[in-house]
Each structure stands twice: as structure tokens, then as C-alpha cells.
């Protein structure tokens, strides 16, 4: 059967987390998806492996699962996994609400799959997820608030150790991060049909060069290449998941020339859009 006929662009089996939630789970327990592959969340998923092997495909990338790595996974991307069964880890899902500002913006610009550089700093992280895990399932007094702290600190020293440019969490930065997190939620609102950067300042209250000039110094990407970034990322989503045709993907983007829309495809791909289908299917 196709796969594509499965799913609904617009669900995907999305799974939900309560306001300000965290949960916390064994890995192993999770072999099996609670709803079909591929899916999407509502909330940040990190996931620690600490035994056996597989893959893991996000939004379209996929990464080698083995003991050590880490997975990193923002709201709404797309993933799937194909996993051995010895596998071993533990699974940390948490909302937006659940951290603090400062952090909310800081974790951003995490990637979505990293490993620690030696096997202390490893245990540490694991030791931290282990106590995380002993909270959330004894649920003793006030462990929502343990829980919290310690994911604060779980992400803190995950990205103080993966070579992120920790400067951009110093106070005369953050900013910037929340300048970056207040665009992204704007073109996750907007991209569909608006994918000029002088609307989002405009939105923002600025202009398009001094939007350009913080987002860039921030993370090191422009407005207009977030712009692109998520436009791309649907048109793969709509062209693996969905049965529309590539005009209609293109409209529902907000391109009323299908030919722009397979050239601006192309251009950023360097394939077709029937190309790009024809492999994912």
C-alpha cells in the first residue's frame, strides 16, 4: 500500500502534552509508537540511548542510533524510527511552558541529533535523566517542580558540551534569542502566504535590515533563509505524505505560478519536486 494514503498532512498522528508538562519514559517502552509512523509532536522530545542500534529519520534526515547519542526533537517536525529490540534509553518530553524564557529561546538552536565528548559527561547527563525518570514515576511531593529544574540543567549542560555557541545565552544576547523564537513562531503562523522578511519586521516592529542583522548575529541564519527552510520543509512533507499534485503543493504554499514553485524547489534541492516524491515513496 502507499504509505502516503495513510496520513493526513495536517495530524500525522500528532501526540500532545499537557500545559507545562513533562513526562519521562524507558526508551524500550517506546519501541512501538503510540500512534502510526510517521508522526509529529506538540512538545520537545530528547531521547539518551544508552543500548542498541537502528535509525532515526527527522524530518527527512536520518541519523545512526547507537549507544551515546542523543536526539533533540522541536515541536511539530516529522519523524519516524526503525529501532533493535535491545534497545535502551530513556525519553524526555516536555512544553514550551515547562522552562523557563531564557532557556525556551536558548534551545532553538539545538541540533537534532548530537553526541557528549567522553563518557563521563554522558554518565552525567545519564545520572540526571535517571533522577528525572525516579521523579516522575514515584511522584512525590512537588516533583513537577524537581523535574523542571532538573531538565533546566539537563539542557544547560547539553549544549555547554556539544560546541553550541553558548555565548548566545549571555545576557546581552538573549535578545536576540527571543527575537529568533518570536520569528519562528511568526512564519510557523504566516509562511504559507507571506514569504517576504519586510512582513515578519513589520509584524515585529522593525525593518527588514535591522530583522536581518539580529536574527543573523543570533544563529547564524537569516529571516529569509528560516523563510525558506520552512516553505521546503512542507513542500517535502505534502510531497511524501500527501497524494496532492505539485501545482497543488505549490498553492497551498502560497505559489500561484506552479513553475516558480518547482524551480524555487529545485533550486534549494537540487531535484525535482517529482523527483524528490518518487524517492520517498
Request: glycine share 4%.
Amino acid at each position: 500500500m502507499n504509505m502516503k494514503r495513510l496520513y493526513q498532512i495536517n495530524s500525522l498522528g500528532t501526540r500532545e502534552i499537557s500545559h507545562g508538562g513533562i513526562r519521562v519514559e524507558k526508551l524500550e517502552h517506546r519501541i512501538q509508537p503510540r500512534v502510526p509512523f510517521p508522526h509529529k509532536h506538540d512538545f520537545y522530545q530528547l531521547i539518551l540511548v544508552t543500548a542498541g542500534k537502528g535509525w532515526h529519520e527527522i524530518d527527512f534526515s536520518r541519523y545512526t542510533v547507537s549507544k551515546g547519542k542523543f536526539f533533540f526533537m522541536k515541536p511539530a517536525q516529522v519523524h519516524s524510527w526503525n529501532l533493535s529490540k535491545d534497545i535502551k534509553g530513556i525519553v524526555i518530553e516536555f512544553s514550551r511552558e515547562a522552562l523557563g524564557l531564557d532557556i525556551s529561546a536558548f534551545i532553538e538552536i539545538m541540533p537534532d541529533c548530537l553526541s557528549l565528548k567522553t563518557d563521563k559527561e554522558f554518565q552525567t547527563m545519564l545520572n540526571l535523566a535517571d533522577l528525572m525518570l525516579n521523579e516522575f514515576n514515584a511522584k512525590k511531593t512537588q516533583y513537577e517542580i524537581a523535574n523542571k529544574n532538573i531538565l533546566e540543567a539537563v539542557l544547560i549542560f547539553l549544549g555547554r558540551n556539544v560546541d553550541l555557541k553558548m555565548s548566545v545565552v549571555e545576557t546581552k544576547s538573549k535578545p536576540k534569542l527571543h527575537q529568533v523564537e518570536e520569528l519562528k513562531k511568526l512564519i510557523e503562523q504566516f509562511y504559507k502566504n507571506e514569504h517576504a522578511v519586510n512582513f515578519y519586521a513589520k509584524q515585529m516592529g522593525t525593518n527588514a535590515k535591522n530583522l536581518t542583522m539580529a536574527i543573523t548575529r543570533a544563529i547564524g541564519k537569516s529571516p529569509s533563509h528560516l523563510i525558506q527552510e520552512r516553505i521546503l520543509l512542507e513542500a517535502k512533507r505534502y510531497l511524501a505524505y500527501s497524494d496532492l499534485s505539485v501545482s497543488e503543493i505549490g498553492f497551498e504554499l502560497g505559489f500561484e505560478d506552479p513553475n516558480y514553485f518547482s524551480r524555487f524547489f529545485r533550486t534549494h534541492t537540487k531535484e525535482s519536486p517529482l523527483t524528490f516524491r518518487k524517492e520517498k515513496v
